[in-house]
């Protein structure tokens, strides 16, 4: 091979060494691949199991309606209401959102024991990269965290917010609504971030327990329409349009 053919490979080497991800070029140890496959097979197993409790989940959200109907129904009834086209007030939101956040806050702490379990089998696991290790040990400790957040005091903020005409907040609902944004900005990013380091040491099975884990994640989730029902019957107490289940 002439120098020309030489000089021509090392460019094109240098090339791909440029674009490739640091991840890539890392070595691959044993230890790395058998932390993966642990881990991706007990991601599987967990979200299957909250799949599967879907309906306790959904009792939780009913239980929070029932709550709501015996201290404090129709406490929204004179709350006021944005004409069409016209975007609510920051009060508004933020009344909206916590009352949301309320909701699925409820149904995640019902995934309290199962994240706790998922935490404890992956706090066993390690790989090369101590930061990845810590990444993914905290990512699972900080989804414990989250189920188990206190509950928001529905009642008094709502009631906060009417007595002040309506205009601004209470410091629970500020400090309620602030916590649950970082904690879920925090799982969210830590979940993409540990799902694009796990790949290099995929192996083919590992990559199809991870397609199985991401098919169940974009799924509609089962008894969905039971969900949205739950859901919106806090809102209808909320107003006194209607009686929590069993009332």
């Not at 709350?79 to 920051?90: D, E």
């Not at 009060?91 to 959102?97: F, H, K, L, Q, V």
């Not at 965290?145 to 509950?151: F, L």
């Not at 540990?194 to 169940?216: F, G």
């Amino acid at each position: 091979m002439g120098r020309f053919s030489v000089h021509s490979a090392a460019l094109v080497a240098a090339a791909v060494l440029a674009i490739l991800p640091c991840s890539a070029l890392a070595q691959v140890s044993a230890g790395d691949v058998s932390a993966t496959s642990a881990y991706l097979k007990a991601d599987y197993a967990s979200v299957r199991a909250e799949i599967q409790s879907f309906p306790t989940a959904i009792a939780a959200v009913e239980a929070l309606a029932t709550k709501v109907q015996a201290e404090c129904p129709g406490v929204l009834a004179n709350a006021p209401k944005p004409a069409p086209g016209t975007p609510p007030s920051a009060s508004e939101a933020a009344i909206s959102e916590e009352e949301l956040e309320a909701v699925f806050a409820a149904a995640a702490r019902t995934e309290r024991a199962r994240r706790a379990r998922f935490a404890h089998e992956v706090a066993a696991l390690h790989w090369s990269s101590s930061a990845f290790t810590r990444l993914v040990h905290s990512q699972a400790i900080d989804e414990v965290e989250k189920a188990a957040v206190a509950p928001a005091e529905l009642c008094a903020d709502m009631r906060s917010w009417l007595v002040s005409g309506y205009q601004s907040v209470s410091v629970g609902t500020e400090r309620y609504l602030h916590m649950e944004a970082a904690l879920t900005a925090k799982t969210e990013r830590a979940e993409t971030d540990i799902k694009r380091e796990l790949r290099p040491y995929e192996s083919a099975a590992d990559k199809r327990v991870a397609r199985k884990i991401d098919t169940l994640e974009s799924a509609e989730p089962p008894m969905v329409k039971e969900f949205l029902a739950a859901l919106g019957k806090v809102g209808e107490v909320l107003v006194g349009s209607a009686p929590a289940s069993g009332s």
